[in-house]
């Protein structure tokens, strides 16, 4: 099993939909998680990140379940320009201090 | 302005050469990272360095060399051993290991 889980996609919406990204991770004691957002041949760049329950930043927000192990990120009324790769990441903690990151679902908003 | 700088930013290499990728950053951030990224994959961890001297080999450290004397630089050396090299090749910083990590723009190394 992944260390950090996501759909790959694509998903296909239209402008001004809203949409869902699920993320499961295995590692229960994983405190601090991110959303890393990835155009195409671009570096990631940070969008969100999630230390407790949630966190809102405009059209978008952010939850995180303890219980069921699982982050997710809603996207309202979507424009073109959120169109790209969505990367869900945990902080593994403890001695090894990394990262892990998911490989992404692809988000592809249409006109 | 702060940020981290990845150059060149295309490279290709030769059968049996050694090549270097460079990576400063002016963020004054304590931990470095190395990653690679092949089409259609997630980020897969190379190296890291969380303070000046010291580094830890990631998940995929065979056939790369790294150093960190300085606080801003985390070159990477990939050698003539990693057989597989072509790939889009990431590096970030973090002020602390728990904290979000920033990505320069990357270098695009191919095989000639």
């Known amino acids: 099993r992944k260390e950090v889980e996501q759909d790959p996609g694509p998903f296909n919406v239209p402008e001004g939909a809203t949409v869902a990204f699920n993320c499961t991770y295995s590692?229960?004691?994983?405190?601090?998680f991110f959303w890393y957002r990835q155009d195409c041949r671009k570096e990631p760049k940070l969008l969100m990140s999630v230390y407790s329950s949630g966190n809102e930043d405009g059209r978008f927000t952010a939850q995180l379940n303890r219980a069921s192990q699982y982050i997710s990120l809603l996207i309202r009324d979507s424009k073109l320009s959120d169109s790209a790769t969505y990367l869900c990441v945990s902080w593994d903690g403890g001695a090894t201090n990394k990262l892990i990151f998911g490989t992404g679902t692809l988000l592809a908003v249409q006109p | 302005d702060g940020g981290i700088t990845q150059s060149p930013k295309y490279l290709f290499r030769k059968e049996g050469q050694n090549v270097t990728l460079s990576c400063e950053q002016n963020?004054?951030?304590?931990?470095m990272y190395w990653y690679r990224q092949d089409p259609g994959q997630g980020l897969r961890l190379i190296y890291y360095s969380q303070i000046v001297n010291d580094f830890q080999k990631g998940d995929i450290a065979e056939g790369y060399s790294v150093s960190r004397e300085k606080k801003e630089s985390f070159p990477l050396t990939v050698t003539s051993a990693q057989k597989n090299p072509t790939a889009f090749y990431l590096c970030?910083?973090?002020?602390?290991?728990?904290?979000?990590?920033?990505f320069g723009d990357g270098t695009r190394l191919s095989i000639l």
């Open positions: 590692n229960s004691a994983s405190q601090s």
């Open positions: 963020l004054n951030h304590d931990a």
């Open positions: 970030a910083s973090s002020i602390r290991g728990n904290q979000p990590q920033h």
